[in-house]
């Protein structure tokens, strides 16, 4: 049967078009039960004992949930409880239609076997669809399609030759209308279900509830309709930007609005009113105030941690602070968020401040991101979750209320553990972690792996030279190996090798897909989140000893004064001879009673590497430094019992030097190959201004520093010493560090300046670690097509999409070592549980108007020591901005002074643990605290191990 | 156009019969073929009608666009007509053969419906001077047996009526630029008024006498006919002269008058019926085409 669908829509043109499309009806669309014997189906979901134990529903039955219970308790629905569930058609077209994330997971869940969830296709069948009436809206319709079909399937069920089974279909709403057609409530259903009472937090608050939580006072201006707020964006009066909550200052923020091009500027936003119930990353509508009204941003900490506060009290109070620090000068431009164009909420993780009255159900949850606000959830279980690291979704902000509404997802597991505390810090941090789906799996090569003679036939028999991996210890992804040998005209022939990958990954596959999504390898402390599957990682890709692996080879000729003659790259097949650490080649090289081939060529590597690190220095490459701890992890229990940072080896710049080579080497093929869509690495040249702090450090030690160009600083930091001070220059270093760009990926085609400032290269590009970035398979992918050894394919070859993809790349490279650091942060603390209160020498690294910035060179920590703390008189401080100097009573702190900190683990605050310091040394009454008087001797002989 | 071959004996035959008010299909002077109407009957349209007279079959679909008033009338919409002759028709249409008369055929069409006087133009005036609805008259000759023009306008009236405009509101924000905005209802749309709509009466002189609705013989006796559009009030409002003979002062009189007497007589059933079909709603069994 034919029906035809008929609606008007409105042309990009600003036209009128009527769209008329045809819409069958069929009569060969199955109800999907078990029971059922009518129908002719080949397979069934829905089992005949449908027993969801109720007390609303007694008796056996299906669930159909309305479009709403969807979207707004998809997490109930993802409840391994809710099983035997009827998704109609209608359902799911208008889910998709109003959230895709809820869309996804509900596929999700339907095509979980376990869960029964059965779609039926109510659109397409005879009996069940329903045209529109005159006067309906299209929801009234859809909503009365859905109780059609559930009239259909309680027709269906009880007419049944078989015998009615006593099978009943119940529909679950929110909505009043529906109800009083005769269905369940999805609150009170699930209220009634026996023996699950954890589901009814799941429940999202809905609209009805909120006006019993919160007191009627409306506390928020409205937010404007869509519509308004785009005739404003249009006509200029309102401006769109990105809302960045102050991590500091919870009634503060920033809006980051995109200008045209190159210039964005930054509004600020102060004071709860202003904010208007915008969360971090939300798009939001601005308003600028009048001039008149602009405010500088208050270089105050403020922290909501008061208890549950009541709505609107202390209101005033609280803003009182923000008003005294706004002082004249400094004034920005200051707006009011007038509406939210999208909403950026994801679950949070954080953890439960439970309620001060007892049985209370309603608690507020604290975000771990303190960029977040607190969120108010209800739940019965309260004293099983505090202590736990838990997730909670933002259902709404209505405007009467002071915290937004939510509800638990689910529990992440006891605060302080480390699995929780590493899964919360991968969710915060959007680092992809779940084991690599099937789909994604099923295209690894099928093991036993071998090479076969088509594979030799394409590639390069690099079998017989002297391949050597050199890697940090414990290392199983190895990406590169080098070889170095003498040619018979007396030039050296140098060759790096890297891991094929892209011969494992095909573009546009699951896999690909996959990787191009995770971006890079992250590596915490003792874990590894892998990009690729293990099976590619650490076996296949890995260049092992001893092993026929498929490598992607750059190969010089070289003289001996480092002079590159020649260049190739080759698709290859090589067999590494040794896996070495960096100490163990360091240790053949020094040892001059060896003299194998390994050995040979190791020591030739090591005397081109030194030639090429001079070069390369000499035009002004940068040498930073910056301070990396290693655990030493216990075995058994995984926590770690020592720590020491890293030392660098020859052998370490001896591979980093290659590493640079090939990458500059590749960087110029596939520029010179594809000018538009070369995939590069760039790091933009730091605007003066950050050296600021740098120069007035060094002026304090009358050392002078030069920032005009590269080789400048690189120079003015080699000369700058203090005598009697030898740690002097590596402390400048790490400030250096501190003043530098991040480095992009970009896309050649979408950027003129292409220099590398660190690495005082014109052209710089990734090529030697594709196991654990994707950007170097990218570039292994142009580099393959640029000497024909494969195929492109047409996004390799689109610039714009390249560029999404660096976008991508950089922010989850930016992101994981964000987490990496948090991870290191972590256990630091673990370590300092254990360690009770040390005493340590440390270094001023920055001097802040209330604090001093202390960094631990033994364990590469950094710590701030307060000097207002909030329950004692604060001691006179007087603060210089042109030293930076600080005055505390009668002493000064200078940057670069030396001073003695005792160090402890704060766990007053569960979420946000933290390291504590306190002054020791100089001693300075009523601030200082006394050393600790001796460290107790067990733990002492454990460090000095 | 379609014509048939008639012998002499044909022809006097005819003739006579036509002095002694017997058509050869036994009707009178001033009487219609069997005419049958359906409205809407192409979906994607915004209004349609089908009419069949005698053998003589059109289909009118009207479609309704957003478009810019003429500079002249700043506050009116305006009709375009397209006549499409079909080689389905007749064969003499097949290639460009169609298209001459089509062109003529269109042109007369927009000389008699596109004035406000018989179609409110200014209720398809959206925003004055900028925005205002378009109305696309597509009509196709499906069959050619005489008379297309009665035929055709019976289709237009019958297509207006049915066309279904969807409402648009205009918003304006403070800077003066203006958005249209739909209704999400298929059902809020806007409807033209008919009423005045004229009907086209061709009347063909045959010997001394005139007649009304001939047939291909018919015309093929005829050395010139007359088109007169003539409103619901007996109103004539365009009148037109084809064929390559001549006609007296007296018989043009004579036939406007006949002309006019014949449309009022058309256009109250017509109506009647229309309306009578809207009534039906959406329980209306549609016949189309295969019926």
């Given at each position: 049967m034919l029906k035809s669908k008929t609606f008007v829509k409105k042309t990009r043109s600003g036209g009128v078009m009527k769209v008329v499309r045809e819409h069958y009806l069929r009569d060969?669309?199955?109800?999907?039960?078990?029971?059922?014997?009518?129908?002719?189906?080949?397979?069934?979901?829905?089992?005949?004992?449908?027993?969801?134990?109720?007390?609303?529903?007694?008796?056996?039955?299906?669930?159909?949930?309305?479009?709403?219970?969807?979207?707004?308790?998809?997490?109930?629905?993802?409840?391994?409880?809710?099983?035997?569930?009827?998704?109609?058609?209608?359902?799911?077209?208008?889910?998709?239609?109003?959230?895709?994330?809820?869309?996804?997971?509900?596929?999700?869940?339907?095509?979980?076997?376990?869960?029964?969830?059965?779609?039926?296709?109510?659109?397409?069948?005879?009996?069940?669809?329903?045209?529109?009436?005159?006067?309906?809206?299209?929801?009234?319709r859809n909503d009365r399609a859905i109780r059609v079909a559930v009239k259909w399937y309680n027709n269906h069920l009880n007419t049944l030759k078989s015998g009615p089974g006593g099978l009943k279909v119940v529909l679950l709403t929110n909505d009043q209308g529906n109800k009083q057609k005769g269905q369940e409530e999805i609150e009170e259903y699930i209220k009634s279900l026996i023996a699950n009472p954890e589901l009814?937090?799941?429940?999202?608050?809905?609209?009805?509830?909120?006006?019993?939580?919160?007191?009627?006072?409306?506390?928020?201006?409205?937010?404007?309709?869509?519509?308004?707020?785009?005739?404003?964006?249009?006509?200029?009066?309102?401006?769109?930007?990105?809302?960045?909550?102050?991590?500091?200052?919870?009634?503060?923020?920033?809006?980051?609005?995109?200008?045209?091009?190159?210039?964005?500027?930054?509004?600020?936003?102060?004071?709860?009113?202003?904010?208007?119930?915008?969360?971090?990353?939300?798009?939001?509508?601005?308003?600028?105030?009048?001039?008149?009204?602009w405010v500088s941003p208050s270089s105050v900490v403020l922290q909501d941690d008061g208890t549950a506060k009541d709505d609107n009290v202390d209101k005033d109070e609280?803003?009182?602070?923000?008003?005294?620090?706004?002082?004249?000068?400094?004034?920005?431009?200051?707006?009011?968020?007038?509406?939210?164009?999208?909403?950026?909420?994801?679950?949070?993780?954080?953890?439960?401040?439970?309620?001060?009255?007892?049985?209370?159900?309603?608690?507020?949850?604290?975000?771990?991101?303190?960029?977040?606000?607190?969120?108010?959830?209800?739940?019965?279980?309260a004293a099983t979750l505090a202590g736990q690291r838990i997730m909670v979704a933002i259902d709404g902000w209505p405007k009467d209320s002071r915290y937004p509404n939510g509800h638990f997802v689910r529990s992440l597991g006891s605060a302080g553990e480390k699995g929780t505390e590493e899964e919360v810090l991968l969710l915060e941090h959007d680092v992809p972690h779940q084991a690599f789906s099937q789909a994604v799996l099923s295209f690894l090569p099928k093991m036993p792996w071998?090479?076969?003679?088509?594979?030799?036939?394409?590639?390069?028999?690099?079998?017989?030279?002297?391949?050597?991996?050199?890697?940090?210890?414990?290392?199983?992804?190895?990406?590169?190996?080098?070889?170095?040998?003498?040619?018979?005209?007396?030039?050296?022939?140098?060759?790096?090798?890297?891991?094929?990958?892209?011969?494992?990954?095909?573009?546009?596959?699951?896999?690909?897909?996959?990787?191009?999504?995770?971006?890079?390898?992250?590596?915490?402390?003792?874990?590894?989140?892998?990009?690729?599957?293990?099976?590619?990682?650490?076996?296949?890709?890995?260049?092992?000893?001893?092993?026929?692996?498929?490598?992607?080879?750059?190969?010089?000729?070289?003289?001996?004064?480092?002079?590159?003659?020649?260049?190739?790259?080759?698709?290859?097949?090589?067999?590494?001879?040794?896996?070495?650490t960096y100490a163990e080649a360091q240790m053949r090289i020094d040892d001059t009673s060896k003299n194998d081939d390994i050995t040979e060529s190791l020591r030739g590597l090591n005397k081109l590497a030194k030639i090429l690190k001079r070069q390369r220095i000499e035009n002004g490459a940068l040498t930073l430094s910056s301070l990396e701890v290693r655990f030493h992890i216990d075995s058994e229990t995984h926590d770690p019992i020592d720590l020491q940072t890293k030392e660098l080896m020859e052998t370490n710049s001896m591979v980093e030097e290659f590493m640079l080579l090939a990458n500059i080497s590749v960087a110029q093929k596939i520029y010179e190959e594809f000018p538009e869509c070369a995939l590069l690495r760039k790091h933009p040249a730091p605007p003066p201004s950050n050296y600021d702090i740098l120069i007035k450090a060094a002026k304090s030690k009358k050392v002078e520093i030069h920032i005009d160009s590269a080789k400048a600083l690189a120079d003015s930091l080699d000369v700058a010493k203090v005598d009697g001070f030898a740690y002097f220059n590596t402390l400048l270093r790490i400030l250096a560090t501190r003043c530098m760009m991040q480095a992009v990926y970009f896309c050649s085609g979408m950027d003129s300046d292409f220099h590398h400032y660190g690495l005082a290269s014109p052209i710089y590009t990734h090529f030697t670690s594709p196991i654990r970035r994707y950007a170097d398979i990218i570039v292994h992918r142009l580099l393959a097509a640029a000497i024909a050894a494969d195929s492109t394919y047409p996004d390799l070859m689109d610039k714009h999409k390249q560029s999404a993809l660096c976008t991508n790349l950089n922010y989850r490279h930016k992101m994981s070592q964000y987490a990496q650091r948090a991870s290191v942060a972590f256990h630091t603390q673990l370590f300092f549980k254990t360690r009770g209160i040390l005493n340590e020498e440390g270094f001023v690294l920055f001097v802040r108007k209330n604090a001093i910035i202390v960094l631990i060179p033994k364990f590469g920590l950094?710590?701030?020591?307060?000097?207002?703390?909030?329950?004692?008189?604060?001691?006179?401080?007087?603060?210089?901005?042109?030293?930076?100097?600080?005055?505390?009573?009668?002493?000064?702190?200078?940057?670069?002074?030396?001073?003695?900190v005792t160090i402890s683990l704060d766990s007053s605050n569960i979420q946000h643990q933290k390291i504590r310091m306190a002054l020791t040394e100089p001693v300075i009454?009523?601030?200082s605290v006394p050393a600790p008087e001796a460290e107790p001797q067990a733990k002492k002989q454990k460090l000095d191990r | 156009m379609a014509t048939v071959q008639v012998s002499e004996a044909e022809k006097v035959y005819i003739l006579h019969g036509i002095r002694d008010d017997l058509r050869v299909d036994g009707r009178g002077c001033e009487d219609y073929r069997h005419m049958e109407i359906e409205t809407d009957v192409v979906s994607n349209t915004d209004g349609s009608a089908k009419v069949t007279l005698g053998h003589t079959a059109v289909l009118v679909g009207i479609k309704a666009e957003?478009?810019?008033?003429?500079?002249?009338?700043?506050?009116?919409?305006?009709?375009?007509?397209?006549?499409?002759?079909?080689?389905?028709?007749?064969?003499?249409?097949?290639?460009?053969?169609?298209?001459?008369?089509?062109?003529?055929?269109?042109?007369?069409?927009?000389?008699?419906?596109?004035?406000?006087?018989?179609?409110?133009?200014?209720?398809?005036?959206?925003?004055?001077?900028?925005?205002?609805?378009?109305?696309?008259?597509?009509?196709?000759?499906?069959?050619?047996?005489?008379?297309?023009?009665?035929?055709?306008?019976v289709a237009i009236k019958a297509a207006l009526f049915n066309t279904k405009i969807p409402r648009v509101n205009i918003s304006s924000d403070d800077e003066g630029g203006k958005e249209i905005e739909l209704s999400d209802d298929p059902f809020d749309c806007m409807r033209l008024d008919v009423e005045n709509v004229p009907c086209i009466v061709t009347l063909c002189k045959v010997g001394h006498r005139h007649v009304v609705d001939a047939t291909l013989q018919e015309k093929a006796c005829s050395v010139a006919s007359l088109l007169i559009s003539v409103t619901h009030k007996g109103a004539v409002t365009c009148a037109r002269k084809v064929g390559g003979g001549s006609l007296d002062p007296e018989s043009v009189f004579e036939m406007t008058e006949a002309g006019k007497r014949v449309g009022k007589a058309l256009h109250a059933p017509l109506m009647a019926l229309l309306r009578q079909e809207e009534s039906l709603g959406m329980k209306r069994h549609k016949v189309g085409f295969l019926g």
């Open positions: 060969d669309i199955w109800c999907g039960s078990e029971v059922c014997t009518e129908c002719k189906q080949e397979s069934t979901v829905l089992q005949e004992d449908a027993c969801i134990e109720s007390n609303l529903c007694s008796y056996p039955h299906y669930l159909v949930p309305d479009t709403n219970v969807v979207l707004h308790q998809i997490d109930v629905l993802e409840d391994p409880v809710i099983r035997n569930v009827i998704i109609l058609q209608t359902v799911l077209q208008e889910v998709r239609h109003r959230s895709a994330p809820v869309y996804k997971r509900l596929k999700d869940i339907i095509h979980e076997k376990e869960k029964h969830f059965y779609t039926f296709t109510n659109e397409h069948h005879r009996e069940t669809f329903i045209e529109r009436e005159p006067g309906e809206s299209a929801n009234d009814v937090d799941r429940l999202a608050l809905s609209d009805d509830n909120k006006n019993e939580i919160t007191s009627s006072k409306v506390l928020f201006p409205e937010h404007l309709p869509l519509s308004k707020i785009q005739a404003g964006i249009k006509s200029g009066s309102f401006l769109q930007g990105t809302f960045r909550a102050s991590r500091d200052n919870y009634l503060e923020a920033t809006v980051f609005v995109q200008g045209q091009g190159e210039d964005s500027t930054e509004i600020l936003i102060q004071g709860l009113q202003n904010l208007n119930r915008s969360v971090h990353q939300d798009v939001v509508a601005v308003q600028l105030l009048p001039q008149n009204q609280e803003e009182k602070v923000l008003k005294l620090s706004a002082a004249e000068a400094a004034r920005k431009p200051t707006g009011k968020v007038v509406g939210i164009i999208k909403r950026n909420w994801r679950p949070f993780c954080g953890m439960l401040n439970v309620s001060q009255i007892k049985e209370s159900t309603r608690h507020l949850f604290t975000p771990a991101d303190r960029r977040i606000p607190r969120i108010r959830i209800e739940t019965r279980q071998t090479i076969t003679p088509e594979d030799m036939a394409k590639r390069e028999d690099l079998r017989h030279l002297t391949v050597c991996s050199v890697d940090p210890p414990g290392c199983t992804d190895i990406d590169d190996a080098l070889h170095c040998r003498e040619l018979e005209n007396g030039n050296l022939e140098v060759g790096v090798h890297i891991a094929d990958v892209s011969h494992f990954i095909r573009p546009g596959n699951a896999l690909d897909k996959e990787a191009a999504n995770r971006g890079t390898t992250v590596y915490l402390c003792g874990k590894r989140i892998d990009m690729v599957p293990e099976l590619l990682s650490s076996n296949l890709c890995s260049l092992r000893s001893n092993v026929e692996r498929f490598a992607f080879s750059c190969i010089w000729e070289m003289n001996k004064k480092a002079e590159v003659l020649k260049t190739r790259f080759t698709k290859s097949v090589i067999n590494s001879k040794a896996s070495l950094e710590g701030t020591v307060f000097f207002d703390t909030k329950d004692k008189v604060p001691p006179s401080l007087v603060f210089d901005e042109e030293g930076p100097t600080l005055k505390v009573e009668q002493h000064t702190f200078h940057i670069f002074d030396q001073v003695k009454p009523d601030v | 957003i478009g810019k008033p003429r500079p002249m009338v700043p506050n009116e919409g305006y009709l375009e007509f397209f006549v499409d002759c079909s080689a389905n028709a007749t064969p003499e249409f097949e290639g460009r053969g169609g298209e001459e008369l089509g062109t003529e055929l269109s042109n007369t069409l927009y000389r008699v419906f596109n004035n406000k006087h018989s179609l409110d133009l200014r209720s398809l005036c959206i925003s004055p001077g900028e925005h205002c609805w378009v109305l696309y008259v597509d009509v196709l000759l499906l069959q050619c047996d005489g008379n297309l023009y009665d035929a055709m306008s």
